[in-house]
């Protein structure tokens, strides 16, 4: 098993520049989340997922939009870069709430927006 | 909107000596897990508690949670260069709701 998987693992955006980052999960997870961690911080949550064809809003969505058609796979997409979106992005799953919500995490991708 | 107050913020040690972080929170929490995050690395699930004033340990590290379910701490005991990281603790509230983390520092 994988596990989480991410892709990229490193990027490099100009301002205005669009993109996908594609996580994909092998453990059967209903749940799954985007998160992003900036230098030195904790986690903040962009969006979620409680499963196929649901997606909800986190603590910071402003500028991200994603899509879950797939069970495995949670995209994360960003219309028009920000500098203020250089950050590392970690994906995450769960099996579900509550007591089943031990989160596993992918490797994370690593973006800077110039 | 809910938080959990994690401190502190940094701790600096010398190796061989102990390490403590506490999460704080002014509910009850239904349950309390703590993350592992090496410099570099992805937060990784350490543990689970769940019940009032349940301890558990892994080797050198102990977790309790608090009598009215209101904190927790992780205590490291003998600290060794490879517990160097960021520890995280997090309750489930539909989301899991994340502390600051604290960052384990060993001096050199």
């Known amino acids: 098993n994988a596990g989480v998987t991410q892709t990229p693992k490193f990027r490099v955006l100009k301002t205005g520049q669009s993109m996908t980052l594609l996580c994909a999960q092998d453990m059967n997870h209903e749940y799954m989340y985007w998160y992003r961690q900036d230098p030195g911080m904790g986690l903040r949550l962009i969006h979620y997922?409680?499963?196929?064809?649901?997606?909800a809003k986190g603590e910071v969505p402003d500028g991200y939009n994603v899509s879950r058609l797939k069970k495995q796979n949670f995209l994360l997409g960003l219309e028009s870069a920000a500098p203020s979106q250089t950050s590392v992005y970690f994906c995450?799953?769960?099996?579900?709430?509550?007591?089943?919500?031990?989160?596993?995490f992918g490797p994370g991708t690593r973006l800077l927006v110039l | 909107g809910q938080q959990v107050m994690q401190i502190p913020q940094y701790q600096h040690v010398q190796e061989g000596e102990d390490f403590t972080t506490y999460c704080n929170s002014s509910?009850?929490?239904?349950?309390i897990q703590w993350y592992k995050q090496r410099p570099g690395g992805h937060p990784v699930f350490l543990i689970q508690l769940v019940k009032s004033g349940e301890v558990k340990k892994q080797k050198r590290l102990t977790f309790q949670f608090g009598e009215a379910k209101k904190n927790s701490s992780l205590h490291i005991t003998a600290t060794q260069t490879t517990d160097v990281g960021t520890y995280f603790c997090?309750?489930?509230?539909?989301?899991?709701?994340w502390g600051a983390g604290t960052k384990l520092i060993i001096k050199p």
């Open positions: 995450a799953s769960s099996i579900g709430t509550g007591v089943q919500e031990t989160q596993y």
């Open positions: 997922s409680v499963g196929e064809g649901t997606t």
């Open positions: 509910t009850t929490l239904s349950n």
């Open positions: 997090a309750y489930s509230n539909y989301q899991l709701i």
